[in-house]
């Protein structure tokens, strides 16, 4: 039950919160069946069950999506991680999903100055000659100011917003619980894999926390374009970065979504188009480390058709094996070889159950739909995004690393043919994956894969004698021991045992009710006296015992 779930009285008030929102949002079933419901009722909350008759006719993406927005910035987060998850939500969900905007009312600067004041070891002034105290933009997490070092230089100050980790790790105390209830008590969801998507999320959320980490993280991709002039990415002044704190250098450019002023400014549209497919593609594919939200808001066009790329909040990493796969999988749909294209994707699958011949045979109808098509006229995204919705109608779901990738790469073609309708992103691709092919086939390659498998073979064979001898040894002393979880013989056995305490108070009620009878009947003798009111307390503690039963059995029958 949830309410055994709940370890701290301090989480109820948001417990109640959340569960009157998704009430409110047409999921009332949901919260009876995990438990919600009869928590708080019985903390004493007054729950509305009511539905209003414009909220009911939303489809259920948008109801899911309006209720996240009112649930507050974790949930929001929560959003926009599902909208990476592609491989578990269809289209009308993800495109839902990719509605929500992480933004906030700003906060009056002087509620900032103390923190600021802290992080800065000195008052802001003494460091900025001038600086900007309305909010350049605001946000769940943190809010933006404008200022300038003494030497001119204009930068930004990130700020986090006082107090909102304490109460983003409540809300994640929170969504572990409701994760775990979930899969136990709703089957139908356990698909969507809700204790991998919040561990994910609580991950992705606690670095976006840490402004040093996202200082780092441009700090490292910047360092993989150093030799590339067109592509910028802001400078982190480090003597004033912190877990709180965020300085960079202030970019002045052209929005991504401003494509009109794109024009009116002279730049090449389908230069910008490409050279931002190849910085992405090249984070991707050779650096293994990459922008995982390239959308419109965080690119900025630059005069001499430059590209700044700005809040590396979220970044994907991507390990050689993966990125040999990557290209495996994406030079099978390019060359219609559909039985690469099942090998990486069984492979990525992780041993998961899966019908591998018709799901060999939905790939090979899938990947001959596209024979013929000229290279230029593929869209990869679109590709990537149909080849996803197949292993999601099979129940697979993807690492969330490549779950991340699918997302930024489709979301850099839908940016590249923004900017040019007629982008070719597999030609852009196509050497970058080449590229990957040729470094995995390289003989050095091959051979430290070689060595890495013969050492840890190698390793095993020389442990294999001690692991042996604790094994005889815990046989001999008679501690060897094997465990089998069965979770429906423990929840059959839960239910006998209700069972059995229903029927011991059943059968303890009605001695009670025969006993008090029998007591009440017998003459008073003058050396016992009060025997009637022993026998009314056992009728009462009869009543009280009935009642138990009864309330007992309609909760069991209710549950």
């Known amino acids: 039950m949830l309410w055994q779930a709940i370890g701290a009285v301090r989480d109820l008030g948001r417990l109640h919160d959340i569960a009157s929102v998704l009430i409110r949002y047409g999921f009332g079933d949901l919260v009876r069946r995990i438990g919600m419901a009869g928590a708080l009722e019985r903390a004493g909350r007054a729950l509305h069950w009511h539905e209003p008759e414009a909220l009911a006719r939303l489809e259920p993406p948008a109801r899911v999506r309006r209720a996240l927005e009112e649930l507050g910035p974790s949930f929001v987060k929560l959003g926009q991680i599902l909208a990476t998850r592609v491989d578990l939500f269809p289209a009308e969900w993800i495109a839902e999903f990719s509605k929500l905007q992480d933004a906030a009312p700003a906060l009056p600067f002087a509620e900032l100055l103390p923190q600021l004041t802290e992080d800065l070891g000195a008052p802001p002034e003494a460091i900025f000659p001038r600086l900007e105290t309305q909010a350049l933009a605001a946000a769940s997490l943190a809010q933006v100011h404008r200022a300038w070092l003494p030497d001119g230089t204009a930068v930004i100050l990130k700020v986090r917003r006082p107090g909102i980790r304490q109460i983003v790790e409540a809300d994640l105390r929170l969504l572990a619980r409701l994760a775990e209830i979930v899969e136990s008590e709703a089957p139908e969801l356990r698909r969507y894999r809700p204790r991998e998507v919040v561990r994910q999320f609580t991950l992705s959320l606690r670095r976006e926390l840490d402004f040093s980490a996202e200082g780092r993280s441009a700090e490292r991709i910047a360092a993989h374009f150093a030799d590339h002039p067109e592509i910028v990415v802001p400078r982190i002044h480090w003597p004033w970065t912190g877990e709180r704190l965020n300085v960079q250098d ?239 013989l423990k929840h059959f056995g839960d239910r006998l045992d209700r069972a059995a305490s229903r029927l011991a108070i059943s059968v303890v009620t009605a001695a009670l009710i025969i006993g008090s009878a029998i007591v009440m009947t017998v003459e008073r003798e003058p050396g016992l ?11 009462i503690a009869a009543v009280i015992g009935g009642i138990w039963v009864l309330f007992s059995i309609w909760r069991g029958g209710k549950g």
């Open 250 to 488: 202030h970019v002045e450019g052209i929005a991504g979504r401003d494509l009109a002023a794109v024009e009116a400014a002279g730049l090449d549209r389908k230069l910008l188009a490409r050279r931002g497919a190849r910085a992405v593609l090249q984070m991707m594919l050779a650096d293994g480390f990459f922008h995982a939200d390239p959308h419109p808001g965080n690119v900025f066009y630059l005069p001499d058709n430059r590209i700044a790329f700005i809040d590396f909040g979220m970044t994907g990493r991507l390990s050689e094996e993966r990125r040999y796969q990557l290209a495996v999988l994406l030079h099978g749909l390019v060359s219609h070889d559909a039985e690469k294209v099942a090998e990486v994707l069984l492979d990525w699958s992780g041993g998961a159950e899966v019908d591998s011949e018709t799901l060999q045979t939905e790939i090979d109808a899938f990947v001959d739909q596209y024979h013929g098509v000229p290279l230029k006229n593929l869209d990869l995204g679109a590709m990537l995004s149909d080849l996803v919705a197949i292993l999601r109608e099979h129940g697979l779901a993807l690492p969330p690393d490549l779950a991340l990738l699918i997302k930024a790469f489709i979301a850099l073609e839908g940016l590249g043919r923004q900017l040019d309708p007629d982008f070719d992103m597999a030609g852009e691709a196509a050497p970058f994956l080449e590229q990957v092919v040729l470094a995995h086939a390289a003989p050095g390659a091959i051979l430290q894969r070689g060595w890495r498998t013969f050492s840890s073979a190698l390793a095993l064979l020389a442990g294999l004698p001690q692991d042996l001898r604790q094994l005889l040894r815990a046989a001999q002393r008679g501690k060897l021991q094997v465990q089998v979880d069965v979770p429906p």
């Open 529 to 539: 006296p009060g025997l009637p009111s022993f026998g009314l307390l056992g009728f």
